[in-house]
C-alpha cells in the first residue's frame, strides 16, 4: 500500500473494498499517491494565443486541454483576462452530457444550482446561445464571490447570480429548460488532489449530505419544464450520494433515464442502477481509470411535452417596483457598449449599474423578486455625482459588451503584470487620449486607466490586485 492509503480514514477503505474488484482497489491505492493532471478550458469569447507547452485534449470536452507540467497561472495575465479557466477534467464531462442531450441551438434557460466557484457555470456560459440565461445559484455567501468573479472575467451579460436554497426554486414551475446539480458531497473524489478532503471525511458527513442531496432532488425537479434536462452530479464515490439518489429520482416516475455516449478508453466506470423496475445509468470517474479525480454524473429527461404557458404566478406590482434607469440616463450608458440598443439598465440600492440585455429583462425582473439575487448582467459602474457621467466598473472592462471603439492601450507583459499589482508601468500617457482608457494583453482587456497629461490613474480593482511576486 501507498503512504496516502495508509493514511485514508478506514471505514471508507473498507467501503471501498465492497465497490471496487481487488485488483481496482490496489490499482487505486497506488493511484492516489500518483500526479494529480492538471487542465484548462477555453473561453470561446476571448480567443488568445495561450502558450502552455506539452498539451493533450480533454476527450470529453472541446475546448479543454491537460498540460503536462502545472505552470504558475498568476504569472498569465491571460487568465486574468478571462481566456480561459482551470478545471479538473473530470468535472468537463458535463460538456459532453450538454452537447448530446440539451437544446443548445435554441434560446434556453439553464439553472446550475450549486454552481461556486464557477467551473460548470462557464462550460455552461460557454454553449448557449447570446439570448440564453444562465442562473448561477450558491447558497453560501463566501463561496459566491469567486463564482461572481469568474462569470465577470468569462464576460457575457447573460447571467444571474442567486443565492438560495433548493426549495426556493420549486414554485417556478416549469421555467427552466436545463437544470445542472452539482450536488455537495463528502469529496472522496477529492482525496488525491486535496489530502485536507481525507480529513474532514467521516460517515456523518455522508449521512448530511445525502439528507441535503434528498432535499435538492425534492424539490428542484419542479422548476423543469417537461422535457427538459435534468443533470445530477457529485465528486465522490459513497453510493448514498450517488446510487440512492439516482434511486430517488427513478422513484418519482417524473423522469427518463438517459444514456451519455462515450468511449471505452477513456476509462470512465457504467454504473446501473435499478428501481421499481426502472433502470438507470452513472458514470463514475475514478482516477486509477480515468485522467481525472473522482466524479459521479447522471442524465435524466423530465417525461412530458413542454407547456405553451406560464404556470407560475409573479405579482406584475412587485416587478414594476425593479427600478430601471430612466431613458436620458440610459442613453449615455449605450454608448459605452458595442451594440448599446440591446440593452436596458438597473440600478441597485448602492447606486450600481447594471447592463441587463434587452430581452433578459422580464427573467431578470422574475428573478428579482423571487429570489435572492446576489448579481445581474454586467456592472457597468456608477453616476459621479457631480456631473453625472459614468465613473466604469472594472466589470464593463472584462465584459464581451464594451464598446470597441473605446481607446486601448496594448501592454507587453511586464506592463501586464505591473498593471494588474497596481505598480507603476513604463507607459506614462496614451497619445491622444484624455480620460478612460482600456490596457490590454495580447488583445484582451486587464481593466482601465484613467488618462491624465503626464500620468495614467490605474483603476484595477484592489480586492483583486495580484499579490504574488511575479
Known amino acids: 500500500m501507498s503512504n496516502r492509503s495508509e493514511k485514508l480514514p478506514k471505514k471508507f477503505t473498507e467501503r471501498l473494498k465492497g465497490q471496487l474488484s481487488p485488483e481496482d482497489f490496489e490499482a487505486f491505492n497506488t493511484a492516489i499517491d500518483g500526479s494529480v493532471p492538471v487542465s484548462y478550458r477555453v473561453n470561446p469569447f476571448k480567443p488568445a494565443d495561450i502558450e502552455f507547452s506539452d498539451t493533450t485534449p480533454v476527450p470529453w470536452c472541446d475546448e479543454a486541454k491537460y498540460i503536462a507540467k502545472r505552470p504558475s497561472f498568476a504569472e ?9 479557466y482551470v478545471q479538473e477534467a473530470s468535472s468537463m464531462f458535463l460538456w459532453k452530457a450538454l452537447k448530446q442531450y440539451a437544446p443548445l441551438e435554441e434560446d434556453i434557460k439553464v439553472l446550475d444550482l450549486c454552481a461556486a466557484p464557477g467551473g460548470k457555470s462557464t462550460l455552461i456560459n ?21 463564482l461572481i468573479d469568474n462569470l465577470v472575467r468569462w464576460g457575457n451579460p447573460n447571467t444571474i447570480v442567486t443565492g438560495n436554497y433548493a426549495e426556493s426554486f420549486a414554485p417556478l414551475k416549469e421555467y427552466f429548460d436545463v437544470i445542472v446539480t452539482d450536488a455537495p458531497c463528502s469529496g472522496e473524489g477529492m482525496f488525491r488532489k486535496d489530502p485536507k478532503a481525507s480529513e474532514l471525511w467521516s460517515p456523518s458527513l455522508i449521512d448530511s449530505c445525502a ?42 416516475g417524473e423522469f427518463e433515464p438517459l444514456d451519455i455516449d462515450f468511449d471505452p478508453e477513456w476509462g470512465i466506470t457504467k454504473i446501473e442502477i435499478e428501481k421499481d423496475g426502472e433502470k438507470a445509468t452513472g458514470y463514475r470517474f475514478i482516477f486509477h481509470k480515468t485522467k481525472g479525480e473522482g466524479l459521479f ?9 413542454p407547456s405553451r404557458t406560464q404556470k407560475f404566478s409573479i405579482s406584475p406590482k412587485k416587478m414594476k417596483g425593479v427600478f430601471m ?34 430581452h433578459m429583462v422580464q427573467d431578470f425582473k422574475i428573478m428579482k423578486v423571487s429570489q435572492k439575487v446576489r448579481h445581474q448582467g454586467i456592472k457597468m459602474g456608477k453616476f459621479n455625482k457631480k456631473n453625472n457621467q459614468l465613473i466604469p466598473d472594472h466589470e464593463l472592462a472584462v465584459s464581451n459588451i464594451v ?43 486587464l481593466g482601465w486607466v484613467k488618462a491624465l497629461p503626464n500620468r495614467l490613474n490605474n483603476y484595477y480593482p484592489s480586492e483583486l490586485r495580484l499579490r504574488k511576486d511575479v
Not at 76 to 83: E, K, N, Q
Not at 139 to 146: A, D, F, N
Not at 297 to 305: H, I, N, R, S, V
Open 126 to 146: 460557454s454553449l448557449i446561445t447570446e439570448k440564453s440565461l444562465l442562473v448561477s445559484n450558491e447558497i453560501v455567501g463566501k463561496r459566491s464571490l469567486p
Open 325 to 358: 434607469v430612466r431613458k436620458r440616463e440610459a442613453e449615455d450608458l449605450r454608448k459605452w457598449l458595442e451594440n448599446g440598443k440591446d440593452y436596458e439598465f438597473y440600478q441597485d440600492e448602492r447606486e450600481d449599474v447594471f447592463a441587463i440585455p434587452s
Open 211 to 252: 439528507s441535503i442531496q434528498t432535499d435538492i432532488v425534492n424539490h428542484i425537479p419542479s422548476a423543469l419544464k417537461q422535457g427538459g434536462l435534468y443533470i445530477y452530479s457529485t465528486c465522490t464515490f459513497a453510493p448514498e450520494e450517488n446510487e440512492r439518489r439516482i434511486e430517488q429520482i427513478l422513484e418519482t
Open 76 to 84: 498569465d495575465p491571460l487568465i486574468f483576462a478571462g481566456a480561459y
Open 403 to 445: 464598446a470597441k471603439s473605446l481607446p486601448r492601450q496594448e501592454v507587453e507583459y511586464r506592463d501586464a503584470i505591473n498593471f494588474l499589482k497596481k505598480q507603476e508601468m513604463s507607459i506614462k500617457s496614451i497619445q491622444g487620449v484624455k480620460g478612460w482608457a482600456i490596457i490590454t494583453y495580447k488583445g484582451l482587456a
Open 297 to 305: 454524473l447522471a442524465a435524466f429527461m423530465k417525461k412530458g411535452e
